[in-house]
């Protein structure tokens, strides 16, 4: 069973939706999402990446 990418739409499998008891994803750092946005879905592993590093550089508010 495979997840699309809630960014670029590639397909992946992700590990909690086929039943493992955890995921690639759960090794990263958590991902914080800005005030009001909801959460979609999963994200492939390079638009995590960029994500995570987008949100390490971005200035503390």
Do not use: I, N
Not at 38 to 59: I, K, N
Request: charged fraction near 10%; glycine fraction near 8%.
């Amino acid at each position: 069973m495979t997840t699309r990418c809630t960014d670029c739409g590639t397909a992946f499998v992700c590990g909690a939706v086929v039943g493992h008891s955890t995921c690639w994803c759960m090794e990263k750092p958590t991902l914080t999402l800005e005030p009001g946005a909801a959460a979609v879905g999963c994200y492939c592993s390079t638009c995590l990446e960029q994500r995570l590093s987008a949100q390490t550089s971005a200035p503390a508010a």
